[in-house]
């Protein structure tokens, strides 16, 4: 069913590709069909669009809508919604991040991440993200660029809860991780784990309470 409230069923609503080279400072809402970010861009208020990529720098005061995203530089938001978000800078949401599949591979700091299919943090940096909920699968690794470094407490993940059905955690410190399927790799300290099918932890980590929830 369309929905005439919902940019991307009327595209007409949508205006012409957006690309900032220099500085640009955006006080009205922004709706344009790309947003191309190679400068600095300052949007006070809200940005839809259906492609939203950011080589150099770029802040959103309000709400940002998109199809897919990718951060190479720097980007900070309020609230994002997109399909797909793909960072490989820095990337922050100082309050919700929802999508449907989320890869980073850099350094994120957001409030509370949601995403309907995965999420995929690989650690290039410290990173904290308050929640973190899922419905798929959530994989926490190091980075793929950095993994002969010799200083792993760098990159490190802190968070408060994670939720999802299938977990895999690596250098992660979680007050709460819960979830059907978990798996717990080195470099992990995780206060209590509560799982309904398997578990398994690395003898490098530690673990204070786990509870086999029997549905």
């Given at each position: 069913?369309?929905?005439?409230?919902?940019?991307?069923e009327?595209h007409?609503m949508?205006?012409p590709?957006?690309?900032?080279?220099g500085?640009?400072?955006l006080?009205?809402?922004?709706?344009a069909d790309?947003?191309?970010?190679v400068?600095h861009?300052?949007?006070q208020?809200?940005?839809?669009t259906?492609?939203?990529?950011?080589?150099?720098?770029?802040?959103?005061?309000g709400?940002?809508?998109?199809?897919?995203?990718?951060?190479l530089g720097?980007?900070?938001?309020q609230?994002?919604?997109?399909?797909?978000?793909?960072?490989?800078?820095?990337?922050?949401a100082?309050q919700?991040?929802?999508?449907?599949t989320?890869?980073?591979?850099?350094?994120?700091?957001?409030?509370?991440?949601?995403?309907e299919s995965?999420?995929?943090l690989?650690?290039?940096?410290?990173?904290?993200?308050?929640v973190?909920?899922?419905?798929?699968?959530i994989?926490?690794?190091?980075?793929?660029?950095?993994m002969?470094?010799?200083?792993?407490?760098?990159?490190?993940?802190?968070?408060e809860?994670?939720?999802g059905t299938?977990?895999?955690?690596?250098?992660t410190?979680?007050?709460?991780?819960?979830?059907e399927d978990?798996?717990?790799?080195p470099?992990c300290?995780i206060?209590e784990?509560?799982?309904?099918?398997?578990?398994?932890?690395?003898?490098?980590?530690?673990?204070a309470?786990?509870?086999?929830?029997n549905?």
């Amino acid at each position: 069913m369309s929905n005439a409230n919902d940019p991307f069923e009327r595209h007409e609503m949508i205006g012409p590709p957006l690309k900032v080279r220099g500085s640009l400072i955006l006080k009205e809402d922004v709706r344009a069909d790309t947003v191309d970010v190679v400068g600095h861009l300052s949007a006070q208020n809200n940005v839809t669009t259906a492609k939203l990529k950011v080589s150099g720098d770029c802040s959103i005061g309000g709400h940002c809508r998109a199809e897919q995203v990718i951060n190479l530089g720097g980007l900070r938001v309020q609230h994002i919604q997109a399909d797909r978000l793909k960072s490989s800078g820095y990337f922050s949401a100082a309050q919700d991040a929802a999508v449907e599949t989320f890869y980073a591979e850099g350094a994120v700091k957001i409030h509370r991440l949601t995403a309907e299919s995965s999420i995929e943090l690989r650690l290039g940096n410290r990173s904290t993200i308050d929640v973190i909920k899922s419905s798929g699968t959530i994989t926490v690794k190091p980075s793929l660029k950095l993994m002969n470094a010799l200083i792993p407490y760098f990159r490190k993940l802190t968070c408060e809860t994670i939720e999802g059905t299938s977990i895999t955690l690596y250098l992660t410190t979680a007050d709460l991780v819960c979830g059907e399927d978990i798996i717990i790799g080195p470099g992990c300290s995780i206060g209590e784990i509560r799982y309904s099918k398997s578990l398994t932890v690395d003898p490098k980590s530690q673990v204070a309470r786990t509870v086999f929830l029997n549905k």
